[in-house]
Structures are given as structure tokens and as C-alpha cells.
């Protein structure tokens, strides 16, 4: 493998925020759908989508240059297996959105010694608040959470299941988990938990899944198994734990704690997690744990683990 020089590695970081906005820019526009029957002129191509030519080539160019689009000859650009991603329907483009738009202006305002999130700092209000305020950015994040469930399906249907559970997704935002996992699993019913401006596809939902309004921080249903997916590390570890202590309250003592999050693992290699980590930082004080930390937020939260892999922490009431 070829060794970068230390000032590209440096370059490269320095140039990130732009690849952020410039990618949220033309996801925005929808260039990628303008694309989608074939190369086309970048002068044509901004009269469709409404941006300056100039300004679009040069962002086209240098997606290109990273990957993203490719120019056929000068002037002249096509998708390419990447940019393709961003017109598949499955939240890749408004991630781009997000990414680039409110949570790159609270990245601007990420510092080391701050009480209140960046987020709240720049927006005004909390994540969750302001997401509630905001209608479509609340549509956009949960299209957006559509993005990566199958491998998450996988890793729980894998599991020894009973097979008549009541399985209640606490903070199921759209519902895809668990309409997939009961399709797995005909003898199970579900209970997608969430705050009530969470967007979902009810047509999806069949007679054995229901949606539940509420706040995990004052009561969640009663059920045999609760799934916590990409849930506890938007919280501290107060907060975080608050939450394991709601479902603690009303599980029954047999119950099973199936936690979908990443364990961060020591060292230098390269590790998604450890950059998700800032932004959960930025949005919400929350964080990616590594083992040493799931198991103190289990024990503060009245559970114990039963096994902690990446991805899947899986634990039962002590
Ligand atoms: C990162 S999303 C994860 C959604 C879903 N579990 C998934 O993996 O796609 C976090 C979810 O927690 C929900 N949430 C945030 N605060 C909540 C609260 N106080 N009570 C219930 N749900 C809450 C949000 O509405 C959002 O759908």
C-alpha cells in the first residue's frame, strides 16, 4: 500500500469540511438524479438544477477528483458508482443534507471546553427540540436512519430468538428494524417506541407491529426483548443511563437488552466509530464507548452484559 506523505495526510483533513459542503450542495440540487440517464453538459446540467454553471463544475470537479462524479471530458460529467449512491432512495443524500447543512455549521462551533453542545449552541435549541421544530430536517433524519439497517437485521436474527416475543424498538424512529426482523420472525409481535414526530411508513406495519408515542426518559412499554439501536450514544453517560433505567422499571426479570451500538476498540487503525464519536460530541454530548465504558453504563443502569462484540451488546437484568 502506498504511504501517504505526511502533509497530504495533513491536506486531506484540512480540505474535509469542503468535500462536506460540496457534497451536501449537489445532493441537494439532486445532480446525481439529473444524471441518471447518461453524461450531460455541466451548462445544461445547472439550467435543470438552478446553479450557477461555474460554480457547479468546479464542485463536480473536485468531487470528481475525490471520487465522487466523474468528468467524461471537460465539461462534461457522469455518475459514477458512488454518486449513484446518492439517488438509490435509501437516505445516503439526505445524510449528504444533514451532514453538510446544520451539522457542519455546529461543527464550526465545536471547542474544548464548552457546557452546552455545539449544536445547541449554534441552533438555539437542542437536537431534538430543534428537529421538532423543523419538520422537513426531522423528515430528512429519519429517511437518513433508513441508511444501514440490513447488516443490524442480520446481527439480530441471528440470535436465538424464542419466537413469540414482544420486541419493543425503543427509539425505532422510522420502524425498517423491526418491520424486517418480524418479517424473520412470523410468531413475534413489536412495539416501535418513539417521540410522536418521528416519521414512518405505517403502510409498512402489519397487525403485529404498533407505533407508541412517548419519551424514553418517563416509561416505555412492556416487552420481552428491547432493542436500543444507535439509541445510547447519543446521550451521556447520566442520560444515557436514565434511559436503561426507565426499561429496567418495567422489564420483566427475564427480559433481554439488545444494544445495536459500536464498541470502539483501543489503538490507531482507522475505525468509523472514533469519528461518529465527534459528532455525536457535537450534536449531543453523547459518545461511542469502548468495553471498560458499556459495562459501567450497564452496571449505573441496572443491567448486566452477557456479551459485548462491536455492533451488538447484549445484556439482562441484574
Ligand atoms: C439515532 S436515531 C435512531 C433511530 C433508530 N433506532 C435507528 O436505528 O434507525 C434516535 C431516535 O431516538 C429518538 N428519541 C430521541 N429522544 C427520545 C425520547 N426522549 N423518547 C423517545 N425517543 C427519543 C429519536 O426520535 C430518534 O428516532
Same mark, same amino acid.
Given at each position: 500500500?502506498?504511504?501517504?506523505?505526511?502533509?497530504?495526510?495533513?491536506?486531506?483533513?484540512?480540505?474535509?469540511?469542503?468535500?462536506?459542503?460540496?457534497?451536501?450542495?449537489?445532493?441537494?440540487?439532486? &445532480? =446525481?438524479? @439529473?444524471?441518471? *440517464?447518461?453524461?450531460?453538459? &455541466?451548462?445544461?446540467?445547472?439550467?435543470?438544477? *438552478?446553479?450557477?454553471?461555474?460554480?457547479?463544475?468546479?464542485?463536480?470537479?473536485?468531487? @470528481?477528483?475525490?471520487?465522487?462524479? @466523474?468528468?467524461? #471530458?471537460?465539461?462534461?460529467?457522469?455518475?459514477?458508482? =458512488?454518486?449513484?449512491?446518492?439517488?438509490?432512495?435509501?437516505?445516503?443524500?439526505?445524510?449528504?443534507?444533514?451532514?453538510?447543512?446544520?451539522?457542519?455549521?455546529?461543527?464550526? +462551533?465545536?471547542?474544548?471546553?464548552?457546557?452546552?453542545? @455545539?449544536?445547541?449552541?449554534?441552533?438555539?435549541? !437542542?437536537?431534538?427540540?430543534?428537529?421538532?421544530? %423543523?419538520?422537513? !430536517?426531522?423528515?430528512?433524519?429519519?429517511?437518513?436512519?433508513?441508511?444501514?439497517? #440490513?447488516?443490524?437485521?442480520?446481527?439480530?436474527?441471528?440470535?436465538?430468538?424464542? *419466537?413469540?416475543?414482544?420486541?419493543?424498538?425503543?427509539?425505532?424512529?422510522?420502524?425498517?428494524?423491526?418491520? #424486517?426482523?418480524?418479517?424473520?420472525?412470523?410468531?413475534?409481535?413489536?412495539? $416501535?417506541?418513539?417521540?410522536? +414526530?418521528?416519521?414512518?411508513?405505517? /403502510?409498512?406495519?402489519?397487525?403485529?407491529? #404498533?407505533?407508541?408515542?412517548?419519551?424514553?426518559?418517563?416509561? $416505555?412499554?412492556?416487552?420481552?426483548?428491547?432493542?436500543?439501536?444507535?439509541?445510547? %450514544?447519543?446521550?451521556?453517560?447520566?442520560?444515557?443511563? /436514565?434511559?436503561?433505567?426507565?426499561?429496567?422499571?418495567?422489564?420483566?426479570? *427475564?427480559?433481554?437488552?439488545?444494544?445495536?451500538?459500536?464498541? &470502539?476498540?483501543?489503538?490507531?487503525?482507522?475505525?468509523? /466509530?472514533?469519528?461518529?464519536?465527534?459528532?455525536?460530541?457535537?450534536?449531543?454530548?453523547?459518545?461511542?464507548?469502548? !468495553? /471498560?465504558?458499556?459495562?459501567?453504563?450497564?452496571?449505573?443502569?441496572?443491567? !448486566?452484559? &452477557?456479551?459485548?462484540?462491536?455492533?451488538?451488546? +447484549?445484556?439482562?437484568?441484574?
Amino acid at each position: 500500500m502506498s504511504r501517504l506523505e505526511p502533509e497530504s495526510v495533513l491536506w486531506n483533513m484540512l480540505r474535509g469540511g469542503l468535500a462536506t459542503r460540496a457534497l451536501a450542495l449537489v445532493a441537494d440540487l439532486r &445532480v =446525481a438524479e @439529473a444524471l441518471a *440517464g447518461g453524461p450531460r453538459d &455541466v451548462v445544461d446540467l445547472a439550467s435543470e438544477v *438552478g446553479a450557477n454553471p461555474d460554480t457547479l463544475r468546479r464542485l463536480l470537479r473536485a468531487l @470528481a477528483s475525490d471520487g465522487v462524479f @466523474a468528468e467524461e #471530458e471537460p465539461g462534461v460529467f457522469r455518475n459514477n458508482e =458512488a454518486s449513484d449512491v446518492l439517488h438509490r432512495g435509501d437516505g445516503w443524500d439526505d445524510f449528504a443534507h444533514l451532514f453538510g447543512g446544520s451539522w457542519l455549521r455546529a461543527v464550526g +462551533e465545536l471547542d474544548v471546553c464548552s457546557d452546552a453542545p @455545539a449544536f445547541q449552541r449554534t441552533h438555539g435549541a !437542542e437536537f431534538w427540540s430543534w428537529l421538532a421544530e %423543523h419538520a422537513d !430536517e426531522r423528515a430528512a433524519f429519519d429517511r437518513a436512519m433508513l441508511q444501514g439497517w #440490513e447488516p443490524r437485521v442480520e446481527r439480530l436474527a441471528q440470535l436465538e430468538w424464542r *419466537g413469540d416475543e414482544v420486541v419493543v424498538d425503543v427509539g425505532g424512529g422510522n420502524g425498517s428494524l423491526l418491520v #424486517e426482523l418480524l418479517r424473520r420472525q412470523p410468531g413475534q409481535r413489536g412495539i $416501535v417506541f418513539d417521540l410522536p +414526530e418521528a416519521n414512518r411508513d405505517e /403502510a409498512s406495519f402489519d397487525d403485529r407491529i #404498533e407505533f407508541v408515542a412517548g419519551d424514553f426518559f418517563q416509561r $416505555v412499554p412492556v416487552g420481552d426483548v428491547y432493542v436500543l439501536a444507535t439509541i445510547l %450514544h447519543d446521550w451521556d453517560d447520566a442520560r444515557a443511563a /436514565a434511559i436503561l433505567r426507565t426499561i429496567r422499571s418495567v422489564a420483566p426479570p *427475564g427480559a433481554r437488552l439488545l444494544i445495536l451500538d459500536s464498541v &470502539v476498540p483501543p489503538g490507531n487503525e482507522p475505525n468509523g /466509530a472514533k469519528w461518529l464519536d465527534l459528532l455525536m460530541l457535537t450534536l449531543f454530548d453523547g459518545r461511542e464507548r469502548d !468495553e /471498560a465504558q458499556w459495562r459501567a453504563l450497564l452496571g449505573a443502569g441496572g443491567f !448486566e452484559p &452477557v456479551s459485548i462484540r462491536d455492533g451488538l451488546i +447484549e445484556a439482562r437484568c441484574r
